[in-house]
């Protein structure tokens, strides 16, 4: 065990519901295990550190902490490094790459880390390519306790509100459900191909219905879905009313065109939801527990993101069209298929892992 003295300073978006914050919760949750004492800190006190002595830093996400999306914010938050660097012990870095390569600036950021951690392969790579010279790991995200619960009292997800409303509109028609998140980001979370594959379903199918789970905030691809046959879900889900709703859709559907991991593609794919993600990138690490979609070549996602400077996949809508409507009348043999692939997902991507790997890699520097 690690001794109890070594504290440990976890920035991350504490009074947020995004993605990071869930990630480093669950971090921080597994390092407790190893009784590694966490101070949990919201980006704010980076400005206000007077700290006494000097602490094992850990932000996440790094670059949006200390360079952030452009050059406004760059300006206004580049002198963190300084004075983190005054007051750190050693600085650890959770981070992602969103396209194929990063600018010089991120690189001069990450190389002031003393280790950095990254949710798949495709990451690393492109660190690496980019310049990154300090230490890099690859952390993949977990899949939360609800998900592995199979063939248990309560595991059965039919009373969920989730389920039961869906249900509802289902029955009425034998109407097959395809599931899509747009939390943030439609053109690279590939909301205009999800657009052109389902209006072509729809023009020639009427029992295909789109199910958008989206936040409160709405993206401004919503417009073009919203011409669709569809369902959306706004609301906040807690892990049971989550894994109801990938249990109610027939398909899930992750046709980005660049991320760092795509939790829900895997969470899909864990409760036996046949799912399609784009052939390439984050999703190399485990496509072959996905139905892979072609892409036509490369594109720029971003225009003036300061950081994310290079270039993702462009899926093809016809290639998803032609996927979806395979899956939806093959039914059977792709559920047998991807209860299959949740066995194996099940057994590998679980929060215990990740802490286990997480905790063995900072033993190093604590």
Known sequence: MMPVNKLLAYFYPVNKTDSFTYVARNHIEQLRRYNIRIFEAGEELIDNMQWVTKYNIVLHPYLLFLVGHSYV???????????????????????VTDTDRISNIAVEF???????????????????????????????????NEFLRINEEGADTSSSPVYQTLDMIKSKR????VLFFLLHSGYRKGADVVYKAMKK???????????????????????????????????????????????????TIVPTRGGGFELNALESIATGTPTIVTDYGCFKDYINYTIP??????????????????????????????????????????????????????????????????????????
């Not at 789109?210 to 709405?218: A, T, Y």
């Not at 998803?320 to 099940?346: H, W």
């Open 293 to 366: 979609l072609r892409y036509n070549g490369l594109v720029r996602i971003f225009n003036n993101n300061i950081v994310h400077v290079g270039n993702g996949a462009d899926p093809d809508p016809d290639d998803l069209a032609n996927k979806i409507i395979d899956v939806i009348d093959n039914q059977e043999y792709y559920n047998e298929l991807f209860r299959e692939y949740a066995s194996e997902i099940r057994k590998t991507y679980t929060w215990q892992n990740t802490g286990d790997k997480l905790y063995a890699i900072l033993k190093k520097i604590l």
């Open 201 to 251: 379903i729809q023009s020639e199918r009427d029992d295909i219905i789109l199910v958008v789970k989206r936040k409160k905030l709405v993206d401004p691809y919503m417009r073009y879905l919203r011409t669709l046959r569809m369902i959306e879900i706004d609301k906040w889900l807690n892990d049971f009313d989550l894994k109801a709703l990938y249990d109610i859709c027939d398909i």
């Open 174 to 177: 034998d109407y097959k459900f």
């Open 110 to 144: 990450l190389n002031h880390a003393d280790m950095i951690f990254v949710p798949s392969t495709f990451c690393k790579e492109t660190m690496l390519e980019s310049g990154v010279e300090s230490d890099v790991y690859i952390l993949p995200h977990g899949i939360n």
């Open 73 to 95: 914010t760059y300006i206004h938050k580049r002198h963190r490094l300084a004075k983190i660097e005054k007051y750190k012990e050693h600085l650890i870095a959770f981070d």
